[in-house]
C-alpha cells in the first residue's frame, strides 16, 4: 500500500508563509488581483475589483486559512487545501508557476498562488468587515496562546480519540494529520486514547508535547528558507519521527513505525513508545488478516 501524500499545510507552514509574506508585503499597496480560474473566486461582494490599490496592513491566519488584511476594511482570505501552494516572482518574470489559479500583483512583485492535480480545493474568498471575517473561522483555540488548565478543559469537553480531538478545526486551531502524529510521539500517547479517560499528567505532556513540536518545526521551516519564499511546502519532511515513515525504524526505540489507514489518510505512530508495544488494528488489513493479524510489536520480529 502507497504511503498516501494528501495532508495540507499546517499551523507551521502557515505561520512561515505569513512571516515571508510580512516581510514582502505588508505596507505595499496591492494592484490588483487576476483570476486564473474564476472558480477559485467563492464570493461575489465585493468584487475583486475593489482591492485594487489598497494597501497591506496586516496578516493573519485563521486555522489553516491565510489572511489577508486591507486598508477599507477588507480581507482578502486563501484557504490552500491539499494542494494550495504559494510562489513569489519578481514582476518582469516571463514564466509563471504552473497550475496558477490567481496571482496578487504587486508593484515590482507577484504573488501566485497554484494547485497541483485536477482537483480545485483551494478557495480565495473576499470579505468586508470583522464580523464577516469571523463567520469564516471554525472557532478551534489556538494552543500557542492558551495556557494547560485551558487546554486540558478545552480537550476534555468532548470524548474524541486524542488524534480527533487534535486534529477537530472545531477544537483546537491549526493542527491536521502531520504535525498530530509527531506531537502524539513526543508525549509517547496513543492517538487512540480517549480524552475522556486522560491523566492529569498525561494532559500536562500532551500541552507540552504541542506547544514544543509547533514552535519547533516554525522555527525549523523559517530557518531552513534562510530568508527567501518558502517555496516547497510539504507534509513530509525526513527530520519527522513518525509522520511519512511507515516501516522506517522510530528515532527513539527504533520499532518500526506503524500506521492506521483510514479513507485517504493514515496515522503514523509507534508501538514502542506510544501504545506499550500494542499495534492498533487498521481496518483494512485486519480484516484481510483476521486471526494472522500481529497484536504486539514483537511478533513483527
Given at each position: 500500500?502507497?504511503?498516501?501524500?494528501?495532508?495540507?499545510?499546517?499551523?507551521?507552514?502557515?505561520?512561515?508563509?505569513?512571516?515571508?509574506?510580512?516581510?514582502?508585503?505588508?505596507?505595499?499597496?496591492l494592484v490588483r488581483v487576476r483570476l486564473k480560474n474564476p472558480f477559485l473566486l467563492r464570493?461575489?461582494?465585493?468584487?475583486?475589483?475593489?482591492?485594487?490599490?489598497?494597501?497591506?496592513?496586516?496578516?493573519?491566519?485563521?486555522?489553516?486559512?491565510?489572511?489577508?488584511?486591507?486598508?477599507?476594511?477588507?480581507?482578502?482570505?486563501?484557504?490552500?487545501?491539499?494542494?494550495?501552494?504559494?510562489?513569489?516572482?519578481?514582476?518582469?518574470?516571463?514564466?509563471?508557476?504552473?497550475?496558477?489559479?490567481?496571482?496578487?500583483?504587486?508593484?515590482?512583485?507577484?504573488?501566485?498562488?497554484?494547485?497541483?492535480?485536477?482537483?480545485?480545493?483551494?478557495?480565495?474568498?473576499?470579505?468586508?468587515?470583522?464580523?464577516?471575517?469571523?463567520?469564516?473561522?471554525?472557532?478551534?483555540?489556538?494552543?500557542?496562546?492558551?495556557?494547560?488548565?485551558?487546554?486540558?478543559?478545552?480537550?476534555?469537553?468532548?470524548?474524541?480519540?486524542?488524534?480527533?480531538?487534535?486534529?477537530?478545526?472545531?477544537?483546537?486551531?491549526?493542527?491536521?494529520?502531520?504535525?498530530?502524529?509527531?506531537?502524539?510521539?513526543?508525549?509517547?500517547?496513543?492517538?487512540?486514547?480517549?480524552?475522556?479517560?486522560?491523566?492529569?499528567?498525561?494532559?500536562?505532556?500532551?500541552?507540552?508535547?504541542?506547544?514544543?513540536?509547533?514552535?519547533?518545526?516554525?522555527?525549523?521551516?523559517?530557518e531552513q528558507r534562510h530568508g527567501k519564499f518558502p517555496e516547497k511546502v510539504t507534509a513530509?519532511?525526513?527530520?519527522?519521527?513518525?509522520?511519512?515513515?511507515?516501516?522506517?525504524?522510530?528515532?527513539?526505540?527504533?520499532?518500526?513505525?506503524?500506521?492506521?489507514?483510514?479513507?485517504?489518510?493514515?496515522?503514523?505512530?509507534?508501538?514502542?513508545?506510544?501504545?506499550?508495544?500494542?499495534?492498533?488494528?487498521?481496518?483494512?488489513?485486519?480484516?484481510?488478516?483476521?486471526?494472522?493479524?500481529?497484536?504486539?510489536?514483537?511478533?513483527?520480529?
Amino acid at each position: 500500500m502507497r504511503r498516501r501524500n494528501v495532508d495540507m499545510p499546517e499551523l507551521p507552514d502557515i505561520e512561515v508563509y505569513l512571516k515571508s509574506l510580512r516581510d514582502r508585503i505588508e505596507g505595499q499597496a496591492l494592484v490588483r488581483v487576476r483570476l486564473k480560474n474564476p472558480f477559485l473566486l467563492r464570493t461575489a461582494v465585493p468584487t475583486i475589483d475593489s482591492v485594487a490599490g489598497r494597501r497591506v496592513v496586516n496578516l493573519r491566519r485563521i486555522g489553516k486559512r491565510i489572511v489577508i488584511g486591507l486598508d477599507g476594511d477588507l480581507f482578502l482570505v486563501v484557504h490552500l487545501m491539499i494542494a494550495g501552494r504559494l510562489h513569489w516572482r519578481d514582476a518582469d518574470t516571463s514564466r509563471e508557476p504552473r497550475n496558477t489559479l490567481a496571482v496578487f500583483e504587486f508593484d515590482n512583485c507577484h504573488l501566485y498562488l497554484t494547485e497541483a492535480g485536477s482537483k480545485r480545493r483551494a478557495s480565495l474568498h473576499l470579505i468586508e468587515g470583522e464580523q464577516a471575517l469571523r463567520a469564516l473561522d471554525p472557532g478551534g483555540l489556538d494552543v500557542m496562546s492558551m495556557n494547560e488548565p485551558t487546554f486540558a478543559r478545552t480537550l476534555r469537553a468532548r470524548n474524541h480519540t486524542l488524534k480527533r480531538a487534535l486534529t477537530d478545526p472545531h477544537i483546537f486551531s491549526g493542527i491536521g494529520n502531520a504535525y498530530s502524529d509527531e506531537i502524539l510521539h513526543a508525549a509517547k500517547l496513543s492517538p487512540l486514547a480517549l480524552t475522556s479517560k486522560l491523566s492529569d499528567a498525561d494532559a500536562a505532556a500532551l500541552f507540552a508535547a504541542t506547544r514544543t513540536t509547533l514552535a519547533a518545526w516554525i522555527a525549523r521551516l523559517d530557518e531552513q528558507r534562510h530568508g527567501k519564499f518558502p517555496e516547497k511546502v510539504t507534509a513530509f519532511h525526513e527530520a519527522m519521527a513518525v509522520h511519512g515513515r511507515y516501516g522506517k525504524p522510530c528515532p527513539v526505540c527504533g520499532a518500526p513505525v506503524q500506521r492506521i489507514v483510514y479513507a485517504d489518510n493514515e496515522t503514523n505512530y509507534c508501538a514502542r513508545c506510544q501504545t506499550g508495544g500494542r499495534i492498533l488494528a487498521d481496518r483494512a488489513m485486519s480484516r484481510l488478516l483476521h486471526d494472522d493479524w500481529p497484536r504486539n510489536i514483537d511478533e513483527l520480529g
